[in-house]
């Protein structure tokens, strides 16, 4: 397995495959073609053949991929095949909702503390997790083996509870947070930006509208 190499595009449509995969073991479906995986996610099969061609060259002619053994290397190549703890700060608007998110647990992936600076938020309850006071946040880190963060605090304090996550070896971050957070190399950070995203599909509403009017245009032609 060339796990080492793989690019990070190819990282980020892993889990695009596993969520298929496992809709499909849930089926009962044994066997899945690369085809199917194209048409089914809207990209190219030579791609998926490709992207899967780093696990080894276990997709058969005429039969397509093993769905069980697929479900197996993915989980493996994305490291859910361990238990691997969480942490939250911020337990506002948003902390709460994506506390209260369970769809990941299945992977292994758990929020098991929530930490917050506000005493009116500490000691208040959030699916059976009692909000902790962020002096406890560098200990509960080391004692639960926590490996990611999640920051959900507002944009001007963003950057501090990075700090304080680093501080405390956290080795990677998802940031609500409109913000680019500063780590040193080894942290890897992901940013979650609805705003930018929202921004972006104001432009494609207006293309689409020019490009119908342009295809209306070249049809009286
Ligand atoms: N609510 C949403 O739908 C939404 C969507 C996208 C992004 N965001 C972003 O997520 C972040 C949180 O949004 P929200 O609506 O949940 O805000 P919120 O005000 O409801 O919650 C923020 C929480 O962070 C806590 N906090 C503040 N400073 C802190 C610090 N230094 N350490 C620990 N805790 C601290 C506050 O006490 C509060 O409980 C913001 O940056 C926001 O821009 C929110």
């Known amino acids: ?131 902790l006071p962020m002096e406890e946040l560098s200990d509960t880190i080391q004692k639960l083996s926590i490996r990611i963060g999640i920051i959900t605090v507002p944009d001007i304090e963003a950057q501090n509870v990075a700090d304080m996550l680093v501080a405390a070896g956290i080795e990677a971050i998802l940031n609500f947070a409109p913000v680019i957070l500063k780590a040193p190399s080894h942290i890897r950070i992901h940013t979650a930006d609805f705003t930018t995203d929202l921004q972006s599909l104001a432009y494609y509403l207006d293309n689409g509208k020019e490009e119908m009017n342009n295809d209306t245009a070249e049809a009286g032609h």
């Open 1 to 131: 397995m060339k796990s080492d190499k793989i690019s990070e595009a190819v990282v980020r449509r892993l889990p695009v495959y596993l969520r298929y995969l496992n809709e499909l073991h849930k089926r009962e479906v044994a066997t899945v073609s690369s085809q199917e995986l194209g048409q089914r996610l809207d990209l190219n099969p030579a791609q998926i053949r490709k992207d899967l061609a780093y696990f080894g060259d276990f997709g058969r002619k005429g039969i397509g991929y093993d769905v069980i053994y697929l479900i197996e290397k993915i989980r493996q190549i994305l490291k859910l095949d361990q238990q691997i703890n969480v942490v939250l700060v911020g337990a506002g608007n948003l902390g709460h909702a994506l506390s209260n998110y369970n769809a990941f647990l299945k992977d292994n992936m758990k929020i098991v503390a929530v930490f917050d600076a506000h005493t009116a938020k500490v000691g208040t309850r959030i699916n059976n997790l009692t909000v």
